[in-house]
C-alpha cells in the first residue's frame, strides 16, 4: 500500500470511538446483571512485594554495568534525543536477532506495534484476528485505529493464539493476524503461515516476551513480515522503556521512518534537502539516544542474559514435573527455544497457592489477563474461547529474572512441593 492511503488510518473516527465506548459500557452491564462476567473477587490479586531482606520478587530490571557510564557520556554529547546512538542500537539489535529484517527504534513496545497495523494498511472496520490473551497494548491501538477485533482463543498448553480457533475466524474482511509469544514461547507459527498465505494476509508478531527466541531454526524476527520487541523495564533487555520494529519488507522502512518523526524525511531535513512537504500524518515514536545507550550497554551482555533465564525457566520445569495438580505451561517443545521471559504455571487452587507463597516472602501473580473482560473491548467478546475459559482462573506467574539463583528456584519449588 502506497503512503497516500495512510491519512486517513492515524486518527480515531470519533464516532466509531463513541460507539465502542457506549457498547461497551451497555454490554459489561448487561454481562455482570447477567453473571456472565468474573465476579470482583475472581479479579482480585495480592499487592507487589517490596524487594526488601529475603522476598523474592516476581520481576526485577536488568541493568548493565556499562548503562550509567554509557548514559552519562550521552548526557555529556550534542544527542540526547533520537541521534547516532539510535541508529548503532538499530543495527546493533539487527545483527544479533534478526540479520536479515530492518530495524527501527522506537519509544515503546505499543508503538511499534502500532506502526506495524498501519504499514500493514489496516483501515476503520477492518478484522483483525488477536489474541484474547495478551497484554492490553497488543489490542489498544487497534481501538484508535477503529479496527473490529477477533479475539482468538488460547491453545492448552502454551496460552498462545490457539491456529485451530484462527482459521475458524478468518473472513473475507480479515487484514491482518496478530500473535503473542507469551512467556517467550514461539507460537506454532508454520501454523499460522499456512493460514495468512491461504488468504493473502500478514502476521503482526508481538514479541515483547520473546527477545532471543527461535521457531524450527529460524529467529523470531526473521519469520513474519512485522515483528515488534519491547524495552520495557522488566523485559530481557531496558531501556527504560522503548521497543524495536522489525521489518522484512526493507521497502517499507523509509516510510516507517517517517511515520515514526511526524512525517518528515528526517535525514533529507538533517542533510538540507528536504522538499519542506508531510505527505503522511506520523507520530512521534522515536526512540532516545538515552535509551539507546542503555539498550547497548544491556546487549553487550545479552547472550549471558539469555542463558541465566534459560536455565533458571528449565530448573523449574524439572522440578516442579512432578506436582500433582500443577502444570509447567510452555516447557517442553523441541522445534522451538524459548526465551525464557517468564515461567507460568497452571494450578488447581491458584490464590491459595499465591497465598502460600507470599507467606513464605515470595511474589507471584498473573501479569496478563484476557482482554475481552476489560470494559473497553466488550464490544469485541465472544463465546468461543473455551481454552481460555477453562484456565481462567488457574494459571499463576512465578518469579524468573536475572537476579535470582538456582537456589532461589528451588526455594519457590520447595515451598509448591510441600502442598497449598
Given at each position: 500500500m502506497s503512503s497516500k492511503g495512510f491519512e486517513g488510518l492515524l486518527f480515531v473516527p470519533l464516532p466509531h470511538l463513541w460507539r465502542v465506548i457506549r457498547l461497551g459500557v451497555a454490554s459489561s452491564l448487561f454481562r455482570a446483571n447477567c453473571g456472565l462476567m468474573p465476579k470482583p473477587a475472581d479479579r482480585e490479586d495480592l499487592p507487589l512485594l517490596a524487594a526488601e531482606a529475603d522476598n523474592l520478587v516476581l520481576c526485577y530490571p536488568y541493568v548493565a554495568p556499562g548503562a550509567a557510564a554509557a548514559i552519562a557520556e550521552t548526557l555529556d554529547s550534542r544527542w540526547i534525543g533520537q541521534g547516532p546512538r539510535v541508529d548503532r542500537f538499530e543495527e546493533n539489535f539487527r545483527r544479533r536477532i534478526a540479520p536479515s529484517a530492518a530495524a527501527l527504534g522506537v519509544g515503546s513496545g505499543t508503538d511499534a506495534l502500532h506502526l506495524a497495523y498501519v504499514l500493514a494498511g489496516i483501515e476503520p472496520g477492518d478484522e483483525v484476528i488477536s489474541p484474547v490473551f495478551t497484554c492490553t497494548a497488543t489490542n489498544v491501538p487497534l481501538l484508535h485505529m477503529?479496527?473490529?477485533?477477533?479475539?482468538?482463543?488460547?491453545?492448552?498448553?502454551?496460552?498462545?493464539?490457539?491456529?485451530?480457533?484462527?482459521?475458524?475466524?478468518?473472513?473475507?474482511?480479515?487484514?491482518?493476524?496478530?500473535?503473542?509469544?507469551?512467556?517467550?514461547l514461539p507460537?506454532?507459527?508454520?501454523?499460522?503461515?499456512?493460514?495468512?498465505?491461504?488468504?493473502g494476509i500478514p502476521i503482526i508478531e508481538d514479541a515483547a516476551q520473546a527477545m532471543g527466541a527461535t521457531y524450527q531454526g529460524t529467529p523470531v524476527g526473521e519469520i513474519s513480515p512485522y515483528t515488534a520487541f519491547s524495552f520495557q523495564a522488566a523485559k530481557h533487555i531496558s531501556t527504560g522503556d522503548g521497543g524495536m520494529l522489525l521489518l522484512r519488507d526493507l521497502e517499507q522502512l523509509d516510510l516507517a521512518r517517517r511515520l515514526r518523526w511526524f512525517g518528515i524525511d528526517r535525514q533529507a531535513k538533517q542533510s538540507g534537502t528536504w522538499e519542506l512537504d508531510i505527505s503522511v500524518a506520523g507520530f512521534k515514536y522515536q526512540m532516545t539516544d538515552i535509551a539507546a545507550?542503555?539498550?547497548?550497554?544491556?546487549?553487550?551482555?545479552?547472550?549471558?542474559?539469555?542463558?541465566?533465564?534459560?536455565?533458571?525457566?528449565?530448573?523449574?520445569?524439572?522440578?516442579?514435573?512432578?506436582?500433582?495438580?500443577?502444570?509447567?505451561?510452555?516447557?517442553?517443545?523441541?522445534?522451538?527455544?524459548?526465551?525464557a521471559?517468564?515461567?507460568?504455571?497452571?494450578?488447581?487452587?491458584?490464590?491459595?497457592?499465591?497465598?502460600?507463597?507470599?507467606?513464605?516472602?515470595?511474589?507471584?501473580?498473573?501479569?496478563?489477563?484476557?482482554?475481552?473482560?476489560f470494559t473497553v473491548f466488550q464490544p469485541f467478546r465472544g463465546d468461543d474461547t473455551p481454552n481460555m475459559d477453562a484456565i481462567e482462573g488457574r494459571y499463576l506467574v512465578l518469579p524468573l529474572h536475572t537476579h535470582m539463583s538456582a537456589d532461589h528456584v528451588d526455594r519457590v519449588c520447595g515451598v509448591i512441593q510441600s502442598g497449598w
Amino acid at each position: 500500500m502506497s503512503s497516500k492511503g495512510f491519512e486517513g488510518l492515524l486518527f480515531v473516527p470519533l464516532p466509531h470511538l463513541w460507539r465502542v465506548i457506549r457498547l461497551g459500557v451497555a454490554s459489561s452491564l448487561f454481562r455482570a446483571n447477567c453473571g456472565l462476567m468474573p465476579k470482583p473477587a475472581d479479579r482480585e490479586d495480592l499487592p507487589l512485594l517490596a524487594a526488601e531482606a529475603d522476598n523474592l520478587v516476581l520481576c526485577y530490571p536488568y541493568v548493565a554495568p556499562g548503562a550509567a557510564a554509557a548514559i552519562a557520556e550521552t548526557l555529556d554529547s550534542r544527542w540526547i534525543g533520537q541521534g547516532p546512538r539510535v541508529d548503532r542500537f538499530e543495527e546493533n539489535f539487527r545483527r544479533r536477532i534478526a540479520p536479515s529484517a530492518a530495524a527501527l527504534g522506537v519509544g515503546s513496545g505499543t508503538d511499534a506495534l502500532h506502526l506495524a497495523y498501519v504499514l500493514a494498511g489496516i483501515e476503520p472496520g477492518d478484522e483483525v484476528i488477536s489474541p484474547v490473551f495478551t497484554c492490553t497494548a497488543t489490542n489498544v491501538p487497534l481501538l484508535h485505529m477503529g479496527a473490529v477485533i477477533r479475539f482468538a482463543d488460547v491453545q492448552p498448553g502454551t496460552l498462545n493464539v490457539d491456529p485451530d480457533h484462527v482459521r475458524r475466524l478468518v473472513t473475507e474482511k480479515t487484514k491482518a493476524i496478530v500473535c503473542m509469544h507469551y512467556g517467550g514461547l514461539p507460537c506454532d507459527m508454520e501454523e499460522l503461515a499456512a493460514i495468512a498465505a491461504e488468504h493473502g494476509i500478514p502476521i503482526i508478531e508481538d514479541a515483547a516476551q520473546a527477545m532471543g527466541a527461535t521457531y524450527q531454526g529460524t529467529p523470531v524476527g526473521e519469520i513474519s513480515p512485522y515483528t515488534a520487541f519491547s524495552f520495557q523495564a522488566a523485559k530481557h533487555i531496558s531501556t527504560g522503556d522503548g521497543g524495536m520494529l522489525l521489518l522484512r519488507d526493507l521497502e517499507q522502512l523509509d516510510l516507517a521512518r517517517r511515520l515514526r518523526w511526524f512525517g518528515i524525511d528526517r535525514q533529507a531535513k538533517q542533510s538540507g534537502t528536504w522538499e519542506l512537504d508531510i505527505s503522511v500524518a506520523g507520530f512521534k515514536y522515536q526512540m532516545t539516544d538515552i535509551a539507546a545507550a542503555m539498550g547497548l550497554a544491556a546487549m553487550e551482555h545479552f547472550d549471558e542474559i539469555l542463558t541465566v533465564r534459560r536455565s533458571l525457566l528449565d530448573r523449574y520445569a524439572k522440578c516442579l514435573s512432578g506436582v500433582a495438580g500443577l502444570e509447567c505451561i510452555g516447557t517442553g517443545r523441541d522445534d522451538r527455544q524459548h526465551a525464557a521471559w517468564i515461567m507460568t504455571v497452571a494450578v488447581d487452587g491458584r490464590a491459595d497457592l499465591e497465598r502460600k507463597l507470599r507467606e513464605h516472602g515470595i511474589e507471584s501473580g498473573r501479569m496478563h489477563y484476557r482482554n475481552d473482560q476489560f470494559t473497553v473491548f466488550q464490544p469485541f467478546r465472544g463465546d468461543d474461547t473455551p481454552n481460555m475459559d477453562a484456565i481462567e482462573g488457574r494459571y499463576l506467574v512465578l518469579p524468573l529474572h536475572t537476579h535470582m539463583s538456582a537456589d532461589h528456584v528451588d526455594r519457590v519449588c520447595g515451598v509448591i512441593q510441600s502442598g497449598w
